[in-house]
C-alpha cells in the first residue's frame, strides 16, 4: 500500500512539474510572438512615416496647406495632390490611434518620433476635419484625435496642452531681419545657422557666401530639410 502511496506521490510531482514547465513555455512562447508582432507593427509604421511619398505629403499639409474650411480645401484639391495627401496622412496617424488604443503598440516608445509631427499636421488640419464630419464622415480621423493627448504628453509636456508645434517650418517671418541686426548679433557670437538658398546657377556665378554658411538651394528643402540643424535660429538668404 505504501508503495502504491510514493508512485502516487511521485506520478503527481512529475505531473505537476510537466504542468508547470508547459505552463513556463506557452508563456515564453507567447511573449516571443507578442515580441514579434510589435516588431513587426511598429517595423511597418515607421517604414510607411518615413517613405518619400508619406513624407512629401504630410510636408504638403504642413507647409503648402492654405485653406482653412472643408468646402474651399475640396473646391481647390478635389482627386488632386492636396487630397491624396489629407487622406494618406491623416489616415496613417488614425491608424496609429487605433493600434494604440488596442495596445497593439507602446504610444511611450512610438509617439517620441511621431508625435511632434502629429501634433503639427492635426493643428493644421482640425478644421478641416471637423466641418468634413458633418458633411461627408462623422468620425473621420475620430481616433487620430483621441492621440493627440497622449502625443502631448510625450512630446511637449511642459508646454501644455494646444501649445502651436511647427518642426522643420520653412514659414517665412512677417518681417525680414535686417543686415545690419544679423552683423551686430554675429559679431557678439550668438548662436545662428546662415541657410544659402541661391539657385545653384547664382553660386556658380558668384560662390562667396557667408561664414560657415549651409547651401542648400531652394528647390531642394524639401528632399534636404532634416539637414538643418534645429538647435538655433537659422538665418535663410537667396541674395
Not at 90 to 103: A, E, H, I, P
Amino acid at each position: 500500500m505504501e508503495f502504491w502511496q510514493i508512485v502516487t506521490a511521485v506520478a503527481t510531482l512529475v505531473s505537476t512539474i510537466a504542468y508547470i514547465v508547459t505552463v513556463m513555455y506557452i508563456r515564453a512562447e507567447l511573449k516571443s510572438l507578442e515580441k514579434d508582432r510589435y516588431l513587426n507593427v511598429t517595423g511597418e509604421l515607421f517604414s510607411i512615416w518615413q517613405s518619400g511619398e508619406f513624407m512629401e505629403s504630410q510636408l504638403w499639409l504642413l507647409h503648402r496647406l492654405q485653406e482653412t474650411t472643408w468646402q474651399a480645401f475640396i473646391a481647390a484639391h478635389r482627386a488632386d495632390t492636396g487630397e491624396i495627401a489629407f487622406h494618406r496622412v491623416g489616415s496613417f496617424y488614425d491608424r496609429v490611434g487605433t493600434l494604440v488604443k488596442m495596445g497593439l503598440v507602446n504610444e511611450q516608445e512610438i509617439l517620441s518620433t511621431l508625435g511632434g509631427h502629429a501634433i503639427a499636421v492635426w493643428q493644421k488640419i482640425e478644421p478641416l476635419v471637423r466641418e468634413a464630419r458633418a458633411i461627408e464622415n462623422s468620425v473621420m480621423f475620430d481616433h487620430f484625435e483621441q492621440l493627440m493627448p497622449a502625443c502631448y504628453e510625450c512630446y511637449v509636456p511642459m508646454l501644455g496642452r494646444d501649445t502651436q508645434v511647427k518642426p522643420f517650418s520653412l514659414e517665412q517671418p512677417s518681417d525680414r531681419i535686417k543686415l545690419e541686426k544679423v552683423r551686430a548679433r554675429f559679431e557678439k557670437g550668438e548662436p545662428m545657422t546662415f541657410l544659402d538658398v541661391r539657385h545653384r546657377e547664382q553660386v556658380e556665378k558668384d560662390p562667396r557666401t557667408l561664414p560657415n554658411a549651409l547651401f542648400i538651394p531652394i528647390e531642394e528643402l524639401r528632399q534636404r530639410y532634416t539637414e538643418i540643424p534645429q538647435l538655433h535660429e537659422v538665418i535663410a538668404y537667396c541674395a
